[in-house]
């Protein structure tokens, strides 16, 4: 059996996320099925983590056990042809027999966008939120910054039902790099960190609109991380805005 190791950027907007799912488009289901055809194999990509439903990646990474012998460029092209245009295998790769996309990561990248024009291009709203109304975007930076460290994201994260009991498992991460820089017309959250809850990303930018809005301020950070309370950060912001952007192992 090879290990194999493979790269994809896909558009997430029409599928129900990762995990495979009976009777939904996934990614993870619509690569299972395209191994499929062009090995004859039945197997399950198991991917670097679970992007929520309408989320973007620019570089998930994926593994999967194969007795077929196509080589791993041949292979790339093959899936490319079977695939839709919405998901690309970017690279395909011979891995260690040990190597796993998620048990192996040591860090992901996160990139969130946010569109500041008054009006949205209808071939951007897919990919954005949209957001024209006044924001204190030096305030948002302010409030990033203070999630740099290793905290407990309980306050950040949805229920995932995936996980089991609260108390089998741990919300601490450690966050590496947070920021807000404007790029254009858009105002885009970039985040780095060892690893990442339910909804985690998006719980953080629907609380760093609220400090945009004056509704929070920048030290207010630190009350909700302690609170380890849901209740207690912003709304979820929308799937639109989210790309995985690279893993690093």
Not at 217 to 241: H, N, Q, V, Y
């Amino acid at each position: 059996m090879r290990n194999l190791k493979i790269v994809l950027a896909y558009d997430g907007s029409e599928f129900f996320g990762w995990q495979v799912q009976p009777e939904s488009a996934t990614i993870q289901g619509t690569l299972a099925s395209a191994i499929g055809r062009v090995t004859g194999e039945k197997v399950l990509p198991q991917g670097s983590g679970r992007t929520d439903a309408g989320v973007h990646a620019l570089a998930q990474v994926a593994t999967f056990a194969t007795a077929s012998s196509i080589p791993a460029g041949n292979l790339m092209k093959a899936l490319n042809d079977v695939l839709p245009d919405s998901i690309r295998v970017l690279e395909a790769s011979e891995a260690l027999p040990e190597f796993h996309a998620r048990k192996s990561a040591r860090a992901k990248t996160y990139r969130y966008r946010i569109l500041r024009t008054p009006i949205c291009s209808p071939f951007l709203a897919r990919y954005v939120w949209h957001y024209p109304y006044p924001l204190d975007e030096s305030a948002m930076c302010q409030a990033a910054g203070r999630l740099t460290g290793e905290h407990d994201f309980t306050s950040f994260a949805a229920v995932d039902p995936e996980r089991g009991r609260e108390d089998e498992v741990s919300n601490v991460r450690r966050i590496f790099d947070s920021t807000w820089e404007r790029s254009g017309d858009e105002f885009v959250y970039v985040v780095r960190g060892n690893g990442f809850l339910h909804h985690m990303v998006r719980n953080l930018v629907g609380t760093y609109v609220l400090v945009g809005k004056g509704t929070l301020k920048p030290e207010d950070m630190k009350r909700i991380l302690e609170a380890r309370d849901r209740s207690a950060a912003g709304a979820t912001a929308p799937a639109s805005g989210l790309y995985l952007v690279s893993v690093e192992y």
